[in-house]
């Protein structure tokens, strides 16, 4: 495979993961406030979590994928 094709094929993966993280970073902006008082609604509080989950995996992707275009370099 040629160096363009594997940038432009890390690329659309940074893409999705872009998309992704920015929908769970919309979560757990919404519910901060109620996930931090887990006495308001247990529900809202384990969105916040399974968000910031979602989160730091995006965010782990991200600097794989980061790597791997400095490692082709």
Known sequence: MQ?????DLIDKKAN?????LIAFLAIA???WLYGINPDKNLYVTLDF?????G???NILKLSELQNRLLDDE
């Open 3 to 7: 160096l363009k094709d594997k940038i």
């Open 16 to 20: 999705i993961v872009n998309k992704k």
């Open 29 to 31: 902006g919404g519910t």
């Open 49 to 53: 979590f399974i968000s910031l989950v």
């Open 55 to 57: 989160i730091a995996v």
